[in-house]
């Protein structure tokens, strides 16, 4: 009787053994998630600089701008742009929020919706919550891993500023931090939203990449003033394209190098081609330059 409660205990223990070790030894899954509004552009760089990295990508887009017009669908629209990637990508498109006035609201609402892309996670894996413009570099997703490891939960995650233009460093606001690292643990408890902008973090990894804000056309500047959150700013007198593009140049111009996204940096040509890189030319020349390019890029 003994010797049949001894290999009973004996075969109890290693079912427990064998299910702990499997649980230390799952890898860890790394989640990228992000609202996304139509930044087609940057969604390709961000995808070609951390798809060998990350595990999923959770993008989250509305049929509605924060502002509350209707809008399409951007990525779903340009799905097969993106064929390369798609096995890893997690697209939520948020529900409407038609009842709520507040631009702010909306935005908030989109962020939070990134909950539903990570049904799947467990408490150990890594969530990564941005914007679509603000891009983890490839090297520090490493860093991320073994800060978490160590317990630093959650990390800010402060990104070099860029505006209107991927050569344009920003001189106001000179890193930006709101993009931060959680395990899914920690963000259970809470939201993406609250983690992102609401919660004191004193764990943070400087350089971790790159906030490239309003790029492209006039008029793609003009429908971010009329869609985005802050509709105190969506005024006539700041839609005047030789104002907008004067306050564009005002950020110090840098040299494209290694210091930015493999993708950029093997693509000038087609990055200057829709003007997401400024020529430094004479203002007024330049506006001439920027209707030209676009309506060679429309055709």
């Not at 790029?215 to 907008?244: C, F, T």
């Amino acid at each position: 009787m003994k010797k049949i409660f001894f290999i009973i205990l004996y075969l109890f223990e290693m079912i427990v053994s064998n299910s702990v070790f499997a649980n230390e030894n799952e890898p860890i899954k790394i989640y990228d998630c992000f609202t996304f509004f139509n930044e087609l552009e940057l969604l390709e760089v961000r995808l070609h600089e951390l798809y060998d990295v990350v595990d999923h990508f959770v993008i989250v887009e509305s049929s509605l701008t924060y502002s509350g017009n209707e809008k399409p669908l951007f990525f779903e629209q340009n799905k097969k742009r993106f064929s390369k990637y798609l096995d890893k990508i997690i697209h939520i498109v948020s529900p409407k929020i038609e009842i709520a006035n507040d631009a702010w609201v909306r935005e908030i609402a989109q962020r939070n919706d990134i909950m539903l892309g990570l049904k799947g996670a467990k408490d150990d894996d890594i969530i990564i919550i941005s914007d679509l413009d603000e891009i983890v570099k490839n090297e520090k997703i490493i860093e991320i891993k073994k800060q978490i490891a160590l317990k630093k939960d959650p990390i800010r995650l402060s990104m070099k500023m860029y505006r209107y233009f991927l050569n344009r460093r920003d001189l106001e606001v000179d890193n930006w931090s709101l993009s931060v690292a959680s395990s899914y643990k920690n963000l259970k408890d809470t939201t993406p939203q609250k983690l992102r902008c609401e919660t004191a973090i004193d764990n943070k990894i400087a350089d971790a990449g790159w906030h490239f804000s309003s790029l492209g056309w006039i008029d793609k500047w003009v429908y971010k003033l009329e869609s985005y959150s802050h509709q105190e700013r969506n005024k006539a007198k700041n839609k005047v394209p030789k104002k907008i593009l004067k306050e564009a140049r005002k950020g110090k111009i840098v040299k494209i190098n290694n210091s930015y996204p493999k993708y950029i940096v093997d693509n000038p040509k087609y990055f200057k081609g829709i003007n997401f890189i400024d020529d430094n030319l004479p203002l007024n020349w330049n506006i001439r330059v920027f209707n030209k390019r676009q309506k060679k890029v429309k055709n």
